[in-house]
């Protein structure tokens, strides 16, 4: 998949996103079963972001000439 700026953005959005939500999470005294839940969950997918991005940047460049 080519590296876009709207892909980009994207990610960016939802990392900010996210990490604003384990901020919350962190601030709270007292955690149900679904919060626990939700914050693994979000864990998780920074991780895919972060795995996605390492990817995108290690990727050849197809366009290369060689």
Do not use: Y
């Not at 960016?12 to 079963?33: C, G, P, V, W, Y």
């Not at 839940?37 to 991780?47: I, S, V």
């Not at 460049?61 to 060689?66: E, L, M, R, T």
């Amino acid at each position: 998949m080519p590296l876009s700026s709207e892909h980009l953005s994207k990610l960016r959005d939802e990392i900010t996103n996210l990490t604003s939500q384990n901020t919350t999470f962190r601030e709270q005294k007292r955690h149900s079963a679904v919060d626990q839940t939700e914050a693994e969950e979000r864990a998780r997918r920074l991780g895919e972001i972060k795995q996605e991005l390492s990817q995108l940047l290690n990727k050849p460049d197809s366009s290369a000439w060689w």
